[in-house]
């Protein structure tokens, strides 16, 4: 698999260091400024004689601008998270998208947690701009375990790769590989529209964790960047630690500096304790972008997107915002079929609306426009 494919790896090292690699968007606009003028064309010289040359008129071709120049020319103010996504016009990769985000706007990114591909198709269905495979939501869901690094690399990568691979023109995911498993992202993770995290290992807002010295994880985020730059590849790297529990503040902000200067392209400061820490890490790293992971009843305050928003950050992840209700509900659910012998299931929710919300309807048109008759009359 081509390693476009990938679209974010965050990389979490010894439940320190995160190295992210989210490949989401072109380092350059493919938008030019200026409308393209007219080029004269290179005539043919005419030689009739020893002594006469006669020149022809030169002609012209006009050349129209394409999609992205009207944009780009009709645009006088920062792009919305939505330009982004009407403008492209074909596959791209996921790393190409979240970093057209980064880049070319100025709002944050919002990404709710999804963990399997009924999340991530909700998620979809309500126009999220991106998403966020949780690695503890992919835990619980594939194998029934605890956030503790007891999932294995094939699992977090048939994971991401299949949620990135639901939709080619969908958004930007950024998934969560745990601490790497002891190789390099990049090709242990190809997906379309993926993104990584890395972490050693255990759930970033449960305590007693162990971080690795500030030597190894600048080494491991310096592998990380190396391997892109072999790769080629516009992974947005993503560094993460989760050193303030153990090292504190300081420290924490050494090893993000650091980690941007080895070519990380965004920063993740796991577990904040106040609001206050929150605003003064996006200051001391500014103009860096940084991410902020919420995780509701955790460690860390409650921040809504408002308030993050307007302290500067630039991507917001939600790690348990489906994995929870989704627990609430079943249990819900559950309880009362044992109790009273029967679902509930809203009438609404219909399996022909399940599977709608599942794709569909693009099924039954690939079949039609093939000549196919399977899907005649009604479902």
């Not at 596959?91 to 190409?96: F, I, L």
């Not at 577990?271 to 001391?284: E, I, L, P, Y």
């Not at 992971?293 to 790690?319: L, Q, Y």
Request: charged share 20%; with cysteine; glycine share 8%.
């Amino acid at each position: 698999m081509s390693p476009d494919l990938v679209s974010n790896v965050e990389t979490n090292i010894e439940n320190e260091s995160t190295i992210v690699f989210q490949a989401t968007v072109d380092l350059v606009s493919d938008n030019f400024p200026d409308k393209l003028k007219s080029i004269p064309l290179v005539n043919t010289i005419e030689i009739p004689g020893d002594d006469e040359i006669t020149v022809s008129e030169p002609e012209h071709v006009t050349v129209a601008p394409s999609a992205g120049d009207r944009i780009a020319d009709s645009v006088d103010k920062p792009l919305q998270l939505s330009d982004i996504v009407s403008s492209v016009l074909e596959p791209a990769s996921g790393a190409k998208k979240l970093r057209k985000m980064l880049l070319e706007t100025s709002e944050l990114i919002v990404c709710p947690g999804v963990y399997d591909g009924l999340s991530a198709r909700t998620a979809m269905e309500l126009g999220f701009n991106a998403m966020y495979m949780t690695g503890a939501g992919t835990t619980a869901s594939r194998i029934g375990q605890p956030d503790l690094a007891i999932a294995q690399l094939h699992e977090m990568r048939e994971n991401a790769e299949m949620i990135a691979n639901l939709d080619p023109f969908g958004p930007p995911l950024i998934a969560d590989m745990d601490t790497g498993y002891g190789g390099e992202p990049p090709r242990a993770f190809s997906s379309p529209n993926a993104s990584y995290t890395v972490l050693t290992k255990r759930c970033g807002h449960l305590s007693g964790k162990k971080v690795v010295s500030h030597e190894e994880y600048i080494s491991r985020i310096r592998a990380a960047h190396a391997a892109r730059v072999r790769l080629q590849s516009d992974f947005v790297l993503i560094a993460r630690t989760d050193a303030l529990q153990t090292l504190g503040y300081d420290e924490c902000i050494s090893r993000l500096r650091a980690a941007r200067e080895e070519g990380a392209d965004v920063g993740l400061l796991e577990g904040f304790t106040s609001k206050a820490q929150a605003a003064q890490a996006v200051k001391d790293l500014a103009p860096w972008p940084l991410l902020l992971n919420s995780v509701e009843n955790g460690k860390s305050p409650v921040i809504t997107v408002d308030e993050a928003r307007k302290m500067g950050f630039r991507i917001m992840i939600f790690s348990f915002a489906t994995l929870a209700p989704a627990y609430v509900a079943i249990r819900e659910t559950l309880a009362r079929l044992k109790n009273e012998g029967i679902v509930g299931t809203p009438k609404h929710i219909t399996p022909v609306k399940l599977f709608e919300v599942c794709g569909l309807q693009y099924s039954m048109a690939v079949d039609k426009n093939a000549g196919g008759t399977s899907f005649v009359g009604e479902l």
